[in-house]
């Protein structure tokens, strides 16, 4: 088939998912972004591109992107990427554009790493998270955009990241490394029926950003690739994760707004964040908060979650330093399976930029709903540790049933700091949440 008959093929199928999701009934994120329709369409193959898996592709690629950008059709343009193994260097996107992948086409990273674009650091970071200075800029980036699509017919985007894992265990990063994908003061945002694999660093980073639908992707990384987070909203609003896979390093969606005093005088938030049926492993966290969150975190949903081979099921985290208010965080219906720590709440995780963190900027906890969660073969139930000059408040559990081995009782839980309530819990919480006088915080929904 040519590409004029392809591409009349994707206005099809992306008129069926969204015909099929609505007949469905399901609640899904399709009112946050809608999915625009582009009647200008272009190949990476009209402007060069050879998808042989040896060939280097940035030349199409930022070709391609600058006719997108400069020509402006009237409803934006989808870039299509037919069947084939596309290398290339690190590329910007720009607004009102479609990245779309064909079944079986890859747009692979080029594994020459002493070309990749250095960028500044995120102004709420104060330097790279990994190294002082800068950082690698994302394989994909966005900055400043609007109106950008990246789909497809589960082509995949792969970040060939061994070279920078071995950087980072034989200590020669000189930077921060890149992103997978990472949209900046961006808005307007879908991602979706792509998959991603063998990320750099993390894998889908959305920072200072709003309106954002990550939905019907699959993240994979070896568990044991370093700070391959699956997909990290950052200093963000309105964003909508559903419908998932993620198999990685470390946590699968961890929610973020910025470090110690740097968070702070920046003092932009993560608010209004949805996560729904998302399943996956990882040596780390399944569902976090944190532990970066000197910006705040607040109005946060994560349900219907199924986790297996997991360090942590449910992780909020946070230090001093950090500064920011966590609070009206509401994790329900997950069931886990083979985990080390089903649930942890706790204020003495994560390292700090420097030396000038304010060790009086405490961050502030409450309002912490988790209900409805059922796990079998978890090692130890929970853990919830405060800080003794903030402690956390109004923290309910409900309805959560952790099972150890067959055979065998796992750890209790451990409380410190911390106050609210519980019911129906097993096995039995620490008395700081079980008294008759705080029960009654279980029954009061935000």
């Given at each position: 088939?040519?590409?004029?008959?392809?591409?009349?093929?994707?206005?099809?199928?992306?008129?069926?998912?969204?015909?099929?999701?609505?007949?469905?009934?399901?609640?899904?994120?399709?009112?946050?972004?809608?999915?625009?329709?582009?009647?200008?369409?272009?190949?990476?193959?009209?402007?060069?591109?050879?998808?042989?898996?040896?060939?280097?592709?940035?030349?199409?690629?930022?070709?391609?992107?600058?006719?997108?950008?400069?020509?402006?059709?009237?409803?934006?343009?989808?870039?299509?990427?037919?069947?084939?193994?596309?290398?290339?260097?690190?590329?910007?996107?720009?607004?009102?554009?479609?990245?779309?992948?064909?079944?079986?086409?890859?747009?692979?990273?080029?594994?020459?790493?002493?070309?990749?674009?250095?960028?500044?650091?995120?102004?709420?970071?104060?330097?790279?998270?990994?190294?002082?200075?800068?950082?690698?800029?994302?394989?994909?980036?966005?900055?400043?955009?609007?109106?950008?699509?990246?789909?497809?017919?589960?082509?995949?985007?792969?970040?060939?990241?061994?070279?920078?894992?071995?950087?980072?265990?034989?200590?020669?990063?000189?930077?921060?490394?890149?992103?997978?994908?990472?949209?900046?003061?961006?808005?307007?945002?879908?991602?979706?029926?792509?998959?991603?694999?063998?990320?750099?660093?993390?894998?889908?980073?959305?920072?200072?950003?709003?309106?954002?639908?990550?939905?019907?992707?699959?993240?994979?990384?070896?568990?044991?690739?370093?700070?391959?987070?699956?997909?990290?909203?950052?200093?963000s609003s309105h964003v909508c994760i559903e419908d998932s896979y993620i198999s990685t390093g470390d946590d699968l969606v961890a929610v973020k707004s910025g470090w110690d005093q740097y968070g702070i005088a920046y003092g932009r938030p993560s608010n209004d964040i949805t996560i729904r049926r998302v399943t996956g492993s990882s040596p780390f966290a399944?569902?976090?908060?944190?532990?970066?969150?000197?910006?705040?975190?607040?109005?946060?949903?994560?349900?219907?979650?199924?986790?297996?081979?997991?360090?942590?099921?449910?992780?909020?985290?946070?230090?001093?330093?950090?500064?920011?208010?966590?609070?009206?965080?509401?994790?329900?219906?997950?069931?886990?399976?083979?985990?080390?720590?089903?649930?942890?709440?706790?204020?003495?995780?994560?390292?700090?930029?420097?030396?000038?963190?304010?060790?009086?900027?405490?961050?502030?906890?409450?309002?912490?709903?988790?209900?409805?969660?059922?796990?079998?073969?978890?090692?130890?139930?929970?853990?919830?540790?405060?800080?003794?000059?903030?402690?956390?408040?109004?923290?309910?559990?409900?309805?959560?049933?952790?099972?150890?081995?067959?055979?065998?009782?796992?750890?209790?839980?451990?409380?410190?700091?911390?106050?609210?309530?519980?019911?129906?819990?097993?096995?039995?919480?620490?008395?700081?949440?079980?008294?008759?006088?705080?029960?009654?915080?279980?029954?009061?929904?935000?």
């Open positions: 088939m040519n590409n004029r008959g392809m591409l009349t093929l994707i206005t099809v199928a992306i008129v069926f998912l969204q015909c099929y999701c609505a007949a469905a009934g399901v609640v899904t994120c399709s009112g946050i972004v809608p999915m625009a329709y582009r009647s200008d369409k272009i190949s990476i193959t009209d402007f060069g591109g050879v998808g042989d898996g040896r060939t280097l592709n940035t030349k199409a690629f930022r070709e391609a992107i600058y006719r997108i950008q400069h020509l402006r059709r009237r409803g934006g343009t989808l870039l299509y990427i037919p069947p084939g193994e596309y290398v290339t260097e690190a590329f910007n996107l720009t607004s009102r554009m479609t990245l779309y992948l064909a079944r079986g086409a890859v747009i692979k990273a080029t594994q020459v790493t002493s070309n990749w674009p250095l960028i500044d650091p995120l102004p709420s970071y104060g330097r790279g998270r990994e190294r002082p200075g800068g950082r690698y800029m994302s394989f994909i980036h966005g900055d400043g955009l609007h109106d950008v699509i990246i789909t497809g017919e589960n082509g995949t985007i792969d970040g060939q990241g061994d070279v920078w894992w071995n950087m980072w265990r034989q200590r020669t990063l000189q930077y921060t490394r890149p992103n997978l994908v990472e949209f900046k003061d961006s808005r307007g945002i879908i991602i979706s029926n792509v998959i991603f694999k063998n990320s750099p660093f993390w894998n889908i980073h959305p920072v200072y950003c709003s309106n954002v639908v990550i939905r019907y992707v699959t993240i994979l990384a070896p568990q044991d690739s370093p700070n391959t987070d699956g997909i990290d909203p950052d200093s399944g569902i976090a908060v944190g532990s970066e969150t000197s910006g705040g975190v607040t109005n946060v949903v994560a349900e219907h979650i199924t986790l297996f081979n997991t360090g942590i099921g449910i992780h909020l985290k946070t230090n001093i330093g950090r500064g920011g208010i966590i609070r009206n965080i509401t994790v329900s219906n997950v069931y886990m399976e083979n985990v080390r720590k089903g649930i942890k709440i706790a204020g003495d995780v994560g390292d700090h930029p420097d030396e000038n963190y304010n060790p009086n900027a405490l961050p502030v906890m409450k309002h912490i709903r988790i209900k409805n969660v059922w796990g079998v073969k978890v090692q130890q139930a929970g853990l919830i540790k405060g800080l003794k000059g903030s402690p956390f408040t109004d923290i309910c559990l409900a309805n959560i049933h952790l099972s150890g081995s067959t055979g065998s009782r796992n750890g209790p839980w451990t409380c410190s700091d911390v106050s609210g309530g519980a019911v129906q819990v097993s096995p039995s919480p620490c008395s700081e949440l079980i008294s008759g006088s705080q029960t009654s915080v279980c029954s009061i929904p935000f």
